[in-house]
T-cell receptor
Framework: DVKVTQSSRYLVKRTGEKVFLECVQDMDHENMFWYRQDPGLGLRLIYFSYDVKMKEKGDIPEGYSVSREKKERFSLILESASTNQTSMYLC??????????FGPGTRLTVT | KNEVEQSPQNLTAQEGEFITINCSYSVGISALHWLQQHPGGGIVSLFMLSSGKKKHGRLIATINIQEKHSSLHITASHPRDSAVYICAAGGGTSYGKLTFGQGTILTVHP
């Protein structure tokens, strides 16, 4: 079974803190994605990566950066957390353009 | 106008009813995905289809490429089917990027 794990299920951070969200997949997938999910707005793509050290901006990259140093790991970084980044963050991976496998999500609250 | 639109946004049914969720898209696609998200749970992929029909248990997904329309049907619905159902359009690149609909919240009462 494909497994995508995320470092935390729940996270509470203060405004201005640097936040790291980590995602690990065990199926040697080339593609990895970071989304945020907000009520009424659905899933929105923040960044994706199609290979080690390769990244592309998604629809809402402002305030975020990413790192992919190893194929199995994709990190999302909030350089200076703000309250409008309070959200559910979901990581996913896929082989080419086939189905995406999602992690359990991290519910981040920024106070 | 969203590139992928679902209807209805909310759906309430009684156990045993036949359910249909619709998805229309305006983008070119290589495949159409249906996803399921239970309350508090992660998202799982139900179907990926580029033509015709697929069936898995009580779930059936169809797609009409010419009309840019897909449907997800649930036969003999059950309370455990209560979830958010999301359709997503996959583009033609190998990057696997998806364009998501807003989701349909389904509640099935016993």
């Amino acid at each position: 079974d494909v497994k995508v794990t995320q470092s935390s299920r729940y996270l509470v951070k203060r405004t201005g803190e640097k936040v790291f969200l980590e995602c690990v997949q065990d199926m040697d997938h080339e593609n990895m994605f970071w989304y945020r999910q907000d009520p009424g707005l659905g899933l929105r793509l923040i960044y994706f990566s199609y290979d080690v050290k390769m990244k592309e901006k998604g629809d809402i990259p402002e305030g975020y950066s990413v790192s992919r140093e190893k194929k199995e790991r994709f990190s999302l970084i909030l350089e200076s957390a703000s309250t409008n980044q309070t959200s559910m963050y979901l990581c996913a991976s896929s082989w080419l353009s086939y189905e995406q496998y999602f992690g359990p999500g991290t519910r981040l609250t920024v106070t | 106008k969203n590139e992928v639109e679902q209807s209805p946004q909310n759906l309430t049914a009684q156990e045993g009813e036949f359910i249909t969720i619709n998805c229309s898209y305006s983008v070119g696609i290589s495949a159409l995905h249906w996803l399921q998200q239970h309350p508090g749970g992660g998202i799982v992929s139900l179907f990926m289809l580029s033509s015709g029909k697929k069936k898995h248990g009580r779930l059936i997904a169809t797609i009409n490429i010419q009309e840019k329309h897909s449907s997800l049907h649930i036969t003999a619905s059950h309370p455990r089917d209560s979830a958010v159902y999301i359709c997503a359009a996959g583009g033609g690149t190998s990057y696997g990027k998806l364009t998501f609909g807003q989701g349909t919240i389904l509640t099935v009462h016993p």
